[in-house]
């Protein structure tokens, strides 16, 4: 990965990682009102306006906890991206109407930011289909994935489901790819490729 | 891929292979594009399940802070009529509710649906204050009352003007059974204009609640206007009633 350098707006970041109640208030009187009248300006509502940049600020959280994201463009263009990648997903996922307006052409941020906007939203939303596919799955399967993203070991998952090690390790490999094959078909209802 | 494979490459990723096997199923992926596809999927899949399932505390803390800002997506000029529309139709509901639950005898105790959570530990900064603060928000977690009302009441002789040590001790009071004297601490804060206001005249009304007096517990609950953070809250709580 090139070495980009840090946009002084990583302060906001740094705040979602730190639940510092101030800036995050900040966030929401400086950020709000345009995520807000770019959803209702499109087919939204204020609600999914509230939901939107809500779940995109905990998007930036883990891939900021997780990934290792760092702003290399100021904070406002990057929560938009985020934001407005959501909405039009959102619109695609429950068939509404596209969207006329554009309000982010004063944003100009490089393309390695746009990249990283895209790459924020794209996990956040794989791990959600992910959760969902699982969900969905009959009840033994979801016991053995969920035990076995614990730190739990194999063979005291093994025990406390009353299966013997083979039988576990066969199950647990059924199941994945079960998971997996959901997950495939549902990439591109998803809007995921 | 066959179910062979998928065993394969589960022992693959939880490293349960043996040095050998390994280097033969790792000269395998070299030649076959599918196995090494699939491995890649079931890794990122593994990878973004584990830390979707995995607690994170700070996270969850994060998504209430955001919680508490939704009020900002909201904002609207007020305007009297729908309100009064509004209240008319919340009090003929509330007056069905109230005639049902006089019959219901399921009716869980109102109070401890809507009692006091967690005491926030506040930001270190180091200073005796704060030491003092933070073992009143450890007793006050673990339900120790007394012993958090006598830690906050030094923090309040030192400055009296503390709004977070007062708020506490008036909730402290409050879940010791002594709404009286969580009032005069509430209504100090209520008056004043911390962001504990609101939530102030909430306990206020819950204190009510405790003695079973619901005209001032509702009196209290109309003092939170639409724009406060626990509207809503408030707004259930006088339904219910």
């Given at each position: ?75 406002e263009a ?11 997903n959102e ?103 | ?130 030491s003092l ?109």
């Open positions: 990965m090139p070495t980009q350098i840090i946009h002084a707006d990583q302060r906001y970041v740094h705040a979602l990682l730190h639940n510092d109640a101030i800036i995050v208030d900040e966030i929401y009187r400086r950020f709000a009102p345009r995520v807000k009248r770019y959803v209702c300006e499109n087919n939204g509502t204020p609600d999914d306006a509230a939901d939107i940049f809500q779940e995109s600020l905990v998007d930036i959280y883990n891939q900021a906890k997780y990934k290792g994201l760092q702003l290399s463009c100021p904070f990057f929560l938009f991206m985020v934001c407005k990648r959501k909405w039009l619109l695609k996922k429950k068939g509404r109407k596209g969207v006329t307006k554009d309000l982010d052409e004063q944003f100009n941020v490089g393309e390695d930011s746009f990249r990283d906007a895209e790459k924020t939203w794209a996990d956040n939303e794989k791990a959600r289909l992910f959760l969902a596919m699982l969900n969905q799955m009959g009840e033994r399967c979801q016991e053995i994935i969920r035990l076995s993203m614990t730190d739990t070991s194999q063979e005291e998952i093994a025990g406390r489901l009353g299966v013997t090690y083979g039988y576990l390790r066969k199950k647990k490999s059924e199941c994945m790819a079960t998971l997996i094959s959901a997950i495939k078909d549902n990439l591109s209802k998803w809007g995921l490729t | 891929m066959n179910d062979i494979d998928h065993e394969l490459i589960e022992r693959y990723i939880s490293g349960n292979m043996e040095p050998a096997e390994r280097a033969l199923f790792e000269s395998r992926m070299q030649i076959e594009p599918a196995l090494r596809e699939a491995v890649q999927d079931w890794m990122e899949v593994t990878g973004s399940l584990h830390r979707s399932l995995q607690p994170d505390p700070q996270r969850e803390e994060l998504e209430k802070l955001l919680q508490s800002h939704r009020h900002v997506f909201y904002k609207a000029p007020a305007k009297v009529t729908p309100i009064r529309r509004y209240m008319l139709v919340a009090a003929s509901a509330a007056a069905v509710i109230a005639a049902v639950l006089f019959w219901g005898p399921w009716q869980p105790d109102l109070y401890q649906q809507y009692a006091v959570q967690e005491m926030v530990s506040p930001a270190e900064r180091g200073t005796t204050t704060d603060l933070q073992q009143a928000a450890h007793h006050f977690n673990h339900r120790q009352y007394t012993a958090a009302i006598s830690l906050l009441s030094k923090v309040l002789e030192r400055d009296s003007a503390d709004a977070y040590a007062r708020y506490y001790r008036g909730l402290s009071y409050l879940e010791n059974d002594k709404p009286a004297e969580a009032r005069p601490d509430l209504e100090a804060i209520f008056n004043g204009e911390s962001v504990f206001k609101y939530e102030s005249a909430f306990y206020i009304a819950l204190s009510y609640l405790k003695e079973k007096k619901k005209d001032p517990c509702r009196d209290w609950l109309m003092k939170i206007p639409t724009d406060a953070q626990n509207y809503d809250k408030a707004q259930n709580l006088l339904k219910e009633l």
